[in-house]
């Protein structure tokens, strides 16, 4: 009982103060009130204003902090076709000659140090002329050239005519030192390009690295693409002087 009583005293000293002083504050004037709650209200819009400015600086200094993603997407404007990474790849130069150069793009990603999945790409300008060239069986030996150097135990070809493209690919398994790996190449060729892709899963079975490169290789997919104007080499005219 004694107990029962302290905790209801402790409650009415507690709770019941605040009650005593809102019947107290219900006792000042009306307008006096309003002008001590006037400077608060002002001070409080205030403070909502400034802390709103607060959060829309931050905003910004975060949009500006972010880094700019590069799209992931390779598809010259001249190409015919594209193909999609999940993070921009390397980008590199090879040289047939000096008047003739392309773009390398190179996607590696290793997933947990057990599976690696490497695709490169490669797209070079072309001619309707060429279009017609590339029959199943330039395209086939075209293929088997790429791959002489890749260590295939076993491999198969395949060739689709589509209405404006055609297609060769090269399915195969083999080894990568002592890893085991899948190997797919592709060669692509429209009226405007020539498209090549060579990819290698390599190592044990990973969902993750599985889905990424069967991901990369169904992205592949036509476009419309432009042909590049042909190169007009300037005319000799320190000859036509001398004469």
């Not at 200094?61 to 015919?80: A, L, N, Q, R, T």
């Not at 069986?137 to 076993?154: F, T, W």
């Not at 592709?186 to 290698?200: A, C, K, R």
């Amino acid at each position: 009982m004694t107990s029962r009583i302290f905790f209801t005293a402790l409650f009415f000293l507690v709770f019941a103060a605040p009650v005593y002083a809102a019947e107290e504050k219900k006792a000042v004037p009306v307008k006096e009130e309003a002008a001590k709650e006037a400077p608060k209200a002002e001070e409080a819009e205030e403070a909502k204003k400034d802390d709103a400015d607060s959060e829309e600086d931050k905003d910004q200094e975060d949009e500006e902090e972010k880094p700019v993603v590069k799209s992931s997407i390779f598809g010259p404007e001249f190409c015919d076709f594209e193909i999609t990474f999940p993070e921009p790849p390397m980008n590199s130069k090879k040289c047939a000659s000096e008047d003739e150069c392309y773009d390398v793009q190179s996607y590696t990603m290793v997933y947990d140090l057990a599976t690696t999945v490497d695709v490169t790409v490669t797209c070079n300008p072309s001619t309707p002329a060429n279009y017609k060239r590339y029959s199943e069986n330039v395209m086939k030996a075209a293929l088997a050239g790429m791959v002489s150097e890749r260590n295939l135990s076993n491999h198969e070809t395949q060739f689709k005519q589509y209405e404006t493209t055609k297609n060769a690919s090269i399915t195969g398994t083999g080894k990568t030192g002592a890893q085991d790996k899948i190997y797919i190449g592709q060669l692509w060729v429209g009226p405007n390009s020539i498209f090549t892709v060579q990819g290698e899963l390599v190592g044990d079975e990973h969902e993750t690295a599985d889905k990424s490169f069967r991901d990369i290789l169904a992205s592949i997919k036509e476009k419309p693409g432009k042909q590049l104007p042909k190169k007009v080499k300037p005319k000799n005219t320190s000859k036509a002087k001398n004469e």
